[in-house]
């Protein structure tokens, strides 16, 4: 890639810093970042956008907090003019896993395919401008490659090469079996980027190898290379494993404000400029600000967290929501008494039910078996008193109120 | 596989044991042996012929006796009526290597394949009955498969086991590089199995692996598991390598009746036994016979080595052309006299010329480099007299005879 730094204006170097400044923000890593600027250069010269990647996997559509910092990454791209690649891997989503032994990787439908990528779709909408991203199904070009594509492909990689990736080294010197198809899954993603010339590829961390395979088949292809910008994982709320879905430790882009907020304020201290920096639309002045004014005592940690809720709620539900769950919030947590808007749920069973049945009947609880234990951890109250006795027999009364952890509550008519 | 031995009859039991010890005789191993059996009762009790499926390289078409060793093998099969599945690997033929770091592998055209298919063809005649093989080209069922195809292939081997293959848990040890594709070679040579539905296949004990493939896969694709029959290897006429014809320890089957004979000669007598096995088209209790009475003395070793070497000649030029052969080499070498048909070469040069220029422009050498070697080694002969100069200027003579090694000869006319 010829140099294009060397040939911008002096304008157009203070625009190109004032971009990097922005993109190279709160990354884990830039591979390699001089590569960046010049991208960047080559744009503002030529004045075209940059192609900026995003692939997604088709079975997991469910958004959360995790997945927003690469979103939140790709809108500052858009923000500045670029265009956005959004490629929903649905080839691999309809060939599943044919070992079966994955269950993440089942065979999908096209009509699953078709029906995850509109959940994205409106999910991502809450971030991004949809109306100027690019679509993409990379089973468009990856279907009609025939064994002599294939091998050609192959040919680009070594076996060692492969064996790199942790988790495939890590199986071969414990002896669990890698499948030999698997070493097509970051092939198939690199061949992504050669088919759409994408200048730059985003990627969790836990992507490093799959993302630079990108780069490399390119560059076997004879394209120009694209840059990878890694973006830290986000931990959970319980401030140690990555956000997943799986784990339960998790925000969903989808849940309700007062969830979503009261999921914030369990966020442990520590871990709150991460969240600023990663997961809200504030401004890198802004972070900073923030920041500066939690070291140095200005701001208390209780006041941030909650504007940390409040804006996150903003970012997902608006303003007006965002207002309302932090006084949902206050009233039940901080004043100690019930919040004012109780779900009423009308009783048509038995008079007497075992305490245990009931969280289950009235949805408080998915399964007897969490019941139990919310029960034994203290955390189930009728009308406000602490339930002790697990096989407790209760007489349904009406407007009896139910409370399931710190923020779960159903009033009972009958 | 049901077993079919215990559905015989003592006849045709009978008849099993004789194929079965035919068969067997002279290979290396057989995985399985039990199988082996159960596939011939299969035939017998179903009366249908097994398919014996033998793949061969299009891009190295000149046969030699150690290519013969499988023929020979083959044709007991063709004898009692079984069908013999030749493939020619046209695809892998065609595609070449991609790395292009393979030599052997370099990209035929559809000429070349046809070519050296027709080569083959012609060759293998001399051993089997060719108007009742089956000849396939593997690009017939490889060419159309597409990503979902090979995924599914892939899917049905581990990393770890293509790693057992020597070479390439040698090359990975020591870091040399292994292409992904070339993991491919051995899936492709194993999916031939699955589409042809062979019963047995053969190859040199150096394909091992690769055949192997082919029923691990034909189990995968749920078919009956071919059985593998894997003959010795043939050390070339230095007694020591495999016969190769890089290496130049071979012997052709397309090569003229006296040179098969003299090379033939030249093979140590501890490799004879070997070569009757291997070679030749004697019944087992004929060679049996032959080692029996070279073992007790009765059979001379230089007249087991003539009679070896009229076989080889008999097989593939004729009763005749092996009587002339070994009346060729009794005259030139036993007696230490000339042969009668030396050829004559009407000389056309200058009047004088260096020896070494001499043996260049008369064809017995070809470089100067061979010549000059070859003189040192004490193998020219001018009139009969032993050349010791190399820089020896030779007065050109009518019938000047003009000797290289023991079995060359020119007459000059001037």
């Known amino acids: 890639m010829e140099n294009f730094i060397e040939k911008l204006s002096e304008a157009q170097k203070q625009e190109l810093e004032r971009q990097y400044a922005i993109y190279s923000n709160g990354v884990q890593e830039i591979v390699p970042a001089h590569e960046l600027k010049n991208k960047i250069a080559k744009s503002l010269f030529t004045n075209q956008p940059l192609k900026i990647k995003l692939g997604l996997d088709p079975s997991a559509p469910d958004v ?3 997945h927003t910092v690469v979103l939140n990454k790709l809108k500052q791209f858009q923000e500045n003019g670029h265009t956005i690649q959004l490629i929903i891997g649905d080839f691999t989503g309809k060939i599943g896993d044919p070992t079966g032994k994955s269950v993440a990787r089942k065979q999908l439908t096209d009509e699953e395919v078709k029906h995850n990528a509109k959940t994205y779709f409106e999910q991502f909408g809450k971030i991004l401008d949809m109306e100027k991203v690019e679509l993409y199904y990379n089973s468009k070009w990856l279907s009609p490659l ?8 192959a040919a680009s990689i070594t076996v060692a090469r492969l064996l790199e990736r942790n988790d495939f080294s890590e199986r071969l010197a414990t002896g669990k079996p890698i499948s030999l198809h698997e070493f097509f899954y970051p092939l198939m993603q690199g061949y992504d980027s050669v088919m759409l010339e994408s200048d730059i590829e985003l990627g969790g961390n836990d992507q490093h190898f799959n993302v630079l395979m990108g780069r490399h088949l390119q560059e076997y292809f004879g394209k120009e290379k694209q840059v990878v910008v890694l973006l830290p994982l986000l931990e959970g709320l319980d401030g140690v494993e990555k956000m997943s879905k799986s784990k ?5 882009v989808d849940e309700a404000p007062h969830e979503m907020y009261g999921k914030t304020m369990s ?13 809200t639309d504030f401004s890198l002045a802004e972070k900073n600000e923030i920041k500066e004014k939690l070291e140095s005592g200005t701001l208390h940690p209780r006041d941030a967290k909650m504007l940390l809720g409040r804006t996150i709620v903003r970012m997902y539900h608006g303003e007006e929501a965002s207002i309302h769950a932090e006084e949902h919030f206050k009233t ?14 009308t009783w048509t069973g038995e008079e007497s039910v075992p305490v245990i049945d009931l969280l289950v009947q009235l949805d408080l609880q998915k399964s007897k078996g969490e019941a139990r234990k919310m029960i034994q951890n203290g955390g189930v109250k009728i009308n406000g008193e602490k339930v002790e006795d697990l096989h407790l027999l209760l007489a349904i009364e009406d407007k009896m109120i139910v409370q399931v952890g710190k923020r779960k509550f159903v009033r009972i008519k009958k």
């Open 332 to 345: 039940v947590f901080q004043k100690g008494i019930l919040p004012t808007d109780i779900p009423e749920v």
């Open 248 to 252: 339960g430790n998790y925000i969903g």
């Open 64 to 66: 959360h907090l995790g």
């Open 146 to 153: 025939n064994l002599e594509d294939i091998i050609n492909l």
């Open 267 to 279: 966020i442990q201290d520590e871990m709150m400029g991460k969240y600023f920096d990663l997961v």
